[in-house]
């Protein structure tokens, strides 16, 4: 809790005059936290999924077939700011779409889920491809031992964060 106080100096000591009413600050230094919620493939244009293992993922796949990748993920935090999910491959060819993003609405906007279907085209090469979450919570360092909010106001301290990733290998079958 915090209190302000105005007061004169006499004497050499201080004498309050008057005192505000007391403020509490909230401390959070907490990570968000990331959970996996879906990780299931098929065909391009098949109607049944496959789901997928989350210990060592393999897709066994017929390499003149586009695949379809659906991806979910929840985030959260007591500060939640953005959210990023990005895709990649290896050997020229990513998934599409290569990224979806949330960023904070409201101050009670702390938690996004998200499941995004990803195509990986058939001309993409057998190998590993995957997704990476990162995701930053909009608390601050009080302590400002970078000087950062006195120096800009704009300052974006990108301190709090977390980023897990997934892959998933892909063969010809």
């Known amino acids: ?16 005059q008057s005192s505000a009413a007391p403020v509490v600050f909230a401390v959070d230094n907490t990570v968000p936290t990331v959970s996996w919620n879906t990780l299931r493939w098929r065909y391009q244009g098949d109607l049944n999924w496959t ?6 993922p393999l897709i066994k796949r017929d390499p003149s077939r586009a695949i379809e990748v659906n991806v979910g993920i929840t985030a959260s935090a007591p500060h939640l700011r ?3 999910v990005q895709a990649g491959g290896c050997g020229g060819a990513a998934p599409s779409p290569l990224s979806v993003e949330h960023w904070h609405t409201s101050e009670l906007d702390n938690s996004w889920s998200d499941s995004t279907v990803y195509t990986i085209p058939r001309s993409a090469p057998a190998g590993c491809y995957g997704w990476t979450v990162s995701a930053f919570s909009r608390a ?6 970078d000087n950062g909010l006195a120096h800009d106001w704009y300052y974006d301290p990108y301190e709090i964060w977390i980023t897990p990733s997934i892959s998933v290998a892909i063969v010809d079958a």
């Open 140 to 145: 601050f360092n009080p302590a400002g031992d």
């Open 82 to 84: 953005n959210v990023v």
């Open 1 to 16: 809790m915090l209190t302000l106080q105005v007061g004169t100096i006499q004497a050499g000591s201080i004498q309050v």
């Open 51 to 56: 789901t997928l293992p989350w210990l060592c």
